[in-house]
């Protein structure tokens, strides 16, 4: 009983620091305001993904404020930040840190002593991480994943919270080192910046040609932010939330029976394990920031695409035809329904009504290639079309998979 009474009384506490975040959500909002302009659903990503201990890929063309947005919640969060632009040249050890030869002058003698590097803060902006070789992007592995930097032997810890965002530059690709899948797998969110509204962009022009300087208050300490990680691991997910989750990483999945046919069709590859720890981790820290402690199918539809479009790859029919990663996990939230918590577990998983009809008999003695499925114009509207007449299956190809 008294192990109860303690869980009950930790429970609620956390719920009432929840609530408390819920009303400072608007307060670190409004400070952030004070310096970018909109990016309502970036700012709420960037959050989910500190919040959720996970690590942030953000993808945008140059000039849409992305160093000024992260140097910017590095202010309002009091935490230490460091940039560091990625280039060919640029070492492992100008990331983590080196070893250099100090002398006594007391004594004469000589010793090692460790220089820190960037990495060695609370919010890392690795700008542009896919200009510098995969050796160098390598040196940020163990940092992101075990919140260490090994050097001659040493292990040194980093100080909690550590958040990396790696940015990328979607238009300019010569001379780029495209990240691996092993290293893509390691950020929770893949978050594409897009460009402003014209009324954002208006006031954007009004109010950065003007020689004024912002005053921006800290809402929250490092240690505020340390308790609100251990409270997004301690909200409660019904049973039915984790099966959605669970059914929409599957379903990405072109081997698996219960994937269905335009899946089989377009994708090569299917999201991972990590991707379900990521849809129920931020589905979790949405909620808290919302000032929730409960966790909704809606909050996992809501983080879907950030989620999955780095963890799953089209193929060859998919690039031909226009296809794109985020049409397919549209289509594939518009198919995979919410289990029933009256289900039993073998139920759970999508039905095989899901399955696209089979295609119409075409003639074989054509030699010409088959017709597409979808018009070029449509997005979602093309693949609901596409999962009534798949297309015929194709040779595709598979790509390399790295164990992370």
Not at 13 to 26: P, Q, S
Not at 30 to 44: F, L, T, Y
């Amino acid at each position: 009983m008294d192990q109860q009474a303690a869980i009950g009384e930790r429970r609620a506490e956390d719920i009432e620091a929840v609530e408390k975040l819920g009303k400072a959500r608007d307060i670190l909002l409004r400070e952030i305001h004070k310096i970018i302009v909109g990016q309502d659903a970036v700012i709420e990503h960037l959050l989910c993904c500190l919040f959720l201990r996970g690590h942030c890929l953000m993808i945008g063309v140059p000039g849409l404020a992305k160093t000024l947005m992260i140097s910017t919640l590095a202010r309002v969060l009091k935490l230490k930040f460091n940039r560091i632009q990625f280039t060919p040249d640029l070492m492992p050890s100008d990331i983590t840190g080196t070893e250099i030869i100090e002398e006594d002058h007391a004594t004469g003698k000589r010793s090692f002593r460790f220089v820190r590097g960037p990495v060695f803060a609370n919010i890392i902006l690795a700008d542009e991480i896919n200009r510098t070789p995969p050796k160098t992007q390598a040196a940020l592995l163990q940092s992101m994943q075990e919140h260490q930097v090994t050097c001659a032997g040493v292990t040194y810890d980093l100080e909690p919270p550590f958040f990396v965002l790696a940015t990328q530059n979607p238009i300019e690709q010569e001379g780029t080192y495209p990240l691996p899948e092993a290293q893509l797998d390691r950020f929770a969110l893949n978050v594409i910046i897009d460009y402003p509204t014209r009324d954002e962009e208006r006031e954007i022009v009004k109010t950065t040609t003007y020689d004024t300087q912002e005053d921006l208050q800290p809402v929250l300490r490092g240690s505020d932010i340390l308790a609100i990680q251990k409270i997004v691991r301690r909200v409660p997910v019904s049973d039915h939330v984790v099966d959605y989750a669970v059914n929409l990483a599957r379903a990405t999945r072109p081997k698996d029976p219960t994937a269905p046919q335009f899946v089989k069709d377009w994708l090569s590859w299917g999201a991972g394990p990590r991707a379900c720890q990521y849809l129920i981790l931020g589905a979790k820290a949405k909620a808290i920031i919302n000032g929730r402690y409960n966790v909704s199918c809606n909050d996992v539809r809501t983080l879907a695409i950030p989620v999955m479009r780095h963890r799953i790859f089209t193929n060859f029919n998919a690039d031909a035809e226009g296809v794109t990663t985020e049409d397919i996990i549209n289509e594939l939230l518009r198919v995979v329904p919410e289990p029933s918590e009256a289900t039993t577990p073998a139920s759970r998983m999508p039905k095989p009504q899901l399955q696209p009809s089979p295609p119409p008999a075409r003639d074989r003695s054509s030699k010409g290639a088959p017709p597409c499925p979808i018009s070029p114009t449509t997005n979602s509207s093309r693949l609901t079309s596409a999962s009534a007449s798949s297309p015929p299956s194709r040779t595709t190809r598979t790509p390399t998979s790295s164990t992370s």
